[in-house]
């Protein structure tokens, strides 16, 4: 299985509307419904995990359910959301002689997209994940055991589009560890001359 193959090319993933420049929309939020859907779906699957036992819905309901969100939520986002909100998309591709290559796209450009959109695309791509794994921990913390495994698939679903989105953000060629030494690293700098400004 091969991975790490980058495609930088212009690729026409966008409406042909979107590409040609009919819809400009200043500052405005583009694409409403993308939005709507990258939130619903999330924020849905978290809301069912959450409330199933208070309204006293059997467990395995509860669990096809959120299941069937999360597997929606992955869909959209990998397939909609990322492509129209920031510009970036990922898949596997199996070649004829059976060789599996990962395929990490950015729309070149990427200064289209609305700053809003690309904001709350990445917040909630970030939060899923981590308030997932907060679960994770509170249902082996509480013995509710019975619920793990659909916390594990929630953090590997949303696990698996953050990754995928880091890697077509950042680039295949660059590993992860260097981005986030690079990001400490300026961050760090940035605080030791604002604080030597200070003196």
Not at 26 to 48: D, N, Q, T
């Amino acid at each position: 299985m091969t991975t790490d193959e980058n495609n930088d090319e212009d690729v026409s993933l966008f409406d042909a509307e979107e590409d040609s420049g009919k819809r400009s929309k200043k500052g405005g939020v583009k694409h409403p419904v993308a939005l709507f859907f990258l939130l619903f779906f999330r924020v849905s699957a978290l809301l069912v995990y959450l409330f199933c036992e208070i309204f006293g819905a059997s467990s395995i309901s509860s669990m096809v359910c959120i299941i069937l969100l999360l597997s929606a939520d992955f869909w959209t986002v990998k397939n909609i959301s990322g492509r129209l909100l920031v510009g970036l998309r990922w898949w596997n591709q199996v070649d004829d002689d059976g060789k599996s290559t990962w395929i990490y796209e950015s729309r070149k450009g990427a200064a289209k997209a609305s700053g809003s959109e690309s904001r709350l695309f990445w917040l909630s791509l970030v939060v899923a994940p981590v308030l997932w794994s907060i679960l994770s921990f509170t249902s082996l913390i509480y013995f509710r055991i019975k619920w793990l495994p659909v916390v594990v698939m929630a953090m590997v679903l949303n696990g698996a589009n953050l990754y995928g989105y880091v890697k077509c953000k950042f680039g295949s060629k660059t590993s992860l560890k260097t981005v986030a030494t690079n990001y400490f690293g300026r961050q760090f700098l940035k605080q030791a001359l604002s604080k030597e400004e200070e003196s």
